[in-house]
């Protein structure tokens, strides 16, 4: 799927893109492909943001269409 058509999908509701970069990853090259800005993974915190991934589609799973869902912030997996 190119970087375009990404948009288009998550415009429409069809996918959630989220980038994630790792240390020395181009932030600008991943946010030309993303919505949503480009997170930074603090070091090779991967099972530390696999683990808020899963506990924060568990809310959403559980949520009524269209609901807003307040997701608990990524900061222990994240560089700021």
């Known amino acids: 799927m190119n970087a375009q058509r990404v948009k288009e999908e998550e415009t429409n509701k069809r996918v959630a893109f989220f980038a994630v970069g790792v240390e020395g990853a181009d932030m600008h090259q991943l946010q030309t492909m ?3 800005s480009p997170i930074k993974l603090k070091g090779l915190s991967f ?3 696999f683990v ?4 924060s589609m568990q809310r959403v799973s559980h949520s009524r269409p269209d609901e807003q869902v307040p997701l608990a912030p990524p900061t222990d997996w994240m560089s700021v």
């Open 47 to 49: 099972r530390e943001m």
């Open 34 to 36: 993303s919505v949503r």
């Open 52 to 55: 808020w991934l899963s506990a």
